[in-house]
């Protein structure tokens, strides 16, 4: 080997370690630029949670409505009242009402005579036709006429206890102990039937929520769970409840789909109103006493590695600090993953290890300066 050659080989050989001296330098002073922020794998509870929104409005409510045309005479109860099963609410005016009763019940009178007369002469005609006096045609004429007399006063009958009903109905009573949420007639004013009169609530200490469960969530969402929601009226209370139905009907608005579930939450001080609108809170998985990080350690790294599919990893602090980095990179294998912490079921980790969780940059105080003089 010439001389020449052996310098060409021994400057390249120089060149190629001056590159990798750099670059290790360059990363060194990235790694020595970064803050590494630990947090203790502890044992302690997590909870998923989803957060939805909802409506209250009552558990129990009777609707009162007309069962008579008239006007309305006298109402006798208002807003927030409360009333006593079979408390007179209202009365109505009919009309010819009373006289329309008066007359079917002549009608049915007159009909009723009718059909004992001619069933006296049907059960006549039958003991003739036993005797061989009159003819089995003679004999189903007279049946005829007395089937169809019963016909008209059953029809007549019928028509006298609708009557009587409406009469009954002119008198308007509660059905149940409750109080009165909204009164929709007024005084001197017409009425027709079926139409809304009253609504009573039963209880006011027990109400519902309904709440519109977004379909990415609703697969978490089942009938016992534990609900937190909290209302404008009163921000700083909380107000609890269990989910006492998942309703499989879905509701498109605006081409997002939905699903209502309806909350049984307690009322006793009577602070919950029909209609506020609540933020609410769905506990949808717990565990306690498990092994548990913060979520962030999952997101973050010190290097770009690749992560195989449905591997996780989480870099651990070193108990000495050898090489370039103070962390290991540790695969781990989990189970709940909630809100704030993920539960760890792998035997490599252990309560008390130091897990990284965030990274920042050095504050190099001189550059602040030089910055701030700027």
């Known amino acids: 080997m010439t001389r020449k050659r052996k310098i060409i080989i021994i400057s390249a050989a120089i060149f190629a370690f001056f590159i990798i001296i750099v670059l290790w330098a360059r990363g060194c002073k990235q790694t020595l630029n ?60 009919a009309g010819d009402l009373n006289l ?21 002469e049907y059960e006549g005609k039958k003991s003739l036709f036993k005797e061989n006096l009159i003819s089995e045609n003679a004999l189903q004429l007279a049946e005829l006429e007395y089937k169809k007399a019963l016909t008209t006063v059953k029809q007549i009958e019928l028509d006298y206890e609708s009557l009587r009903e409406q ?75 269990k989910i006492d139905q998942v309703r499989f009907n879905p509701i498109n608005r605006g081409g997002v789909i939905s699903y209502e579930s309806v909350v049984i939450c307690n009322n006793t001080d009577l602070l919950l109103k029909p209609g506020m609108t609540a933020t609410a809170t769905v506990l949808v998985e717990e565990k306690k006493n498990v092994l548990r990080i913060a979520n962030d350690a999952f997101v973050v790294s010190p290097v770009d590695v690749e992560v195989p599919a ?33 539960e760890i079921t792998s035997k490599n980790i252990e309560k008390g290890d130091k897990i990284l969780v965030r990274l920042r940059k050095k504050v190099d105080v001189k550059d602040e300066i030089d910055q701030y003089g700027k």
């Open 34 to 93: 970064l803050v590494y922020e630990y947090d203790k794998v502890t044992i302690g509870p997590i909870e998923k949670t989803i957060s939805v929104t909802g409506t209250v409005d009552l558990l129990e409510s009777e609707r009162i409505l007309s069962n008579v045309d008239g006007i309305v005479q006298k109402v006798y109860v208002d807003y927030n009242q409360n009333i006593k099963k079979g408390q007179l609410m209202a009365k109505i005016d």
């Open 100 to 120: 329309r009763l008066q007359k079917a019940k002549k009608q049915l009178e007159r009909a009723q005579l009718d059909l004992l007369g001619i069933k006296k």
């Open 167 to 241: 009469q009954k109905s002119t008198r308007v009573y509660s059905p149940i102990y409750g109080m009165v949420m909204s009164k929709e007639i007024e005084e001197g004013y017409p009425i027709g039937v079926n139409k809304l009169m009253f609504t009573l609530a039963k209880t006011l200490k027990k109400m519902k929520l309904k709440i519109s469960i977004d379909e990415s969530d609703i697969g978490y969402v089942k009938k016992g769970q534990q609900v937190t929601f909290s209302v404008s009226a009163y921000p700083g209370k909380k107000f609890d409840g």
């Open 310 to 342: 449905g591997k996780k990893f989480i870099w651990k602090k070193k108990d000495v600090a050898l090489g370039d980095l103070p962390v290991d990179h540790v695969e781990v294998k989990t189970g709940l993953v909630g809100d704030f912490y993920t």
